[in-house]
């Protein structure tokens, strides 16, 4: 298994202004994900963050509302960035151990209210 | 877009009853997945099951998959109050998984 903390756990801010949000993994993994799940619905991915290099987007996510960085194989950072109301999500973040694994590992999520 | 449809949307029963959950999907995977959510927290892994497999037990859960159907079902036996939670099917192709809407189940003491 993996232990994955999530800091903030929740915030509340201001419309135009911006969020960083922190995955930390007790050990190294392979891949790390970004989900975002809206009120009441399902989880969408955002992207994939890779180490070392730009995160991949999935199509209606781009970098620069969600800029990501992943400096190495246990931590990564998603940024909301130039919030709106529409942007109130629970963010969760995932990761994969090892190369080929095939279930995720989720983190206990950001829950975000945009004002 | 949303590979698993899960149905129902909602559940309600007794604690002691039995809970079911369908989940139809639209492209061909290597594996099915579930998971459980409770109340806006992270979810946690349940079970797998791969494409070649048709039913596959973990403890109080039975996973069946139906490939030609492109459907499968999740069976909770014995349901307790703790077992309250959203359960979501995802399905995995290549490297990421895409998940359904989720059924939300209520077991009620």
């Known amino acids: 298994s993996a232990v994955i903390s999530q800091k903030p756990s929740r915030d509340i801010c201001q419309r135009g202004t911006s969020l960083t949000i922190q995955c930390q993994v007790d050990?190294?993994?392979?891949?790390m994900f970004w989900y975002r799940q809206q009120p009441g619905q399902s989880l969408t991915l955002i992207a994939t963050?890779?180490?070392?290099?730009?995160?991949?987007?999935e199509s209606g996510f781009v970098i620069d509302k969600f800029p990501i960085s992943r400096p190495n194989l246990t931590f990564s950072t998603l940024t909301v960035s130039n919030m709106s109301p529409e942007d109130s999500s629970i963010y969760l973040c995932?990761?994969?151990?090892?190369?080929?694994?095939?279930?995720?590992?989720f983190g206990p999520g950001t829950r975000l209210t945009v004002l | 877009s949303q590979q698993g449809e899960e149905d129902p949307q909602a559940l309600s029963i007794q604690e002691g009853e039995n809970a079911t959950m369908n989940c139809s999907y639209k492209?061909?995977?290597?594996?099915l997945q579930w998971y459980r959510q409770n109340s806006g927290r992270g979810l946690v892994h349940l079970i797998l099951?791969?494409?070649?497999?048709r039913e596959k037990h973990s403890g109080r859960l039975r996973v069946t998959l139906d490939t030609s159907k492109k459907s499968s079902s999740l069976l909770i036996t014995a349901s307790r109050a703790a077992d309250t939670a959203s359960y979501f099917c995802?399905?995995?192709?290549?490297?990421?998984?895409?998940f359904g809407k989720g059924t939300k189940l209520t077991v009620n003491p």
């Open positions: 995932s990761v994969v151990k090892t190369s080929g694994g095939d279930y995720e590992f």
């Open positions: 995802a399905t995995g192709g290549s490297e990421k998984l895409v």
């Open positions: 050990s190294q993994v392979t891949m």
């Open positions: 492209t061909s995977i290597n594996n």
């Open positions: 963050a890779n180490q070392g290099s730009e995160a991949t987007y």
């Open positions: 099951i791969r494409s070649n497999e």
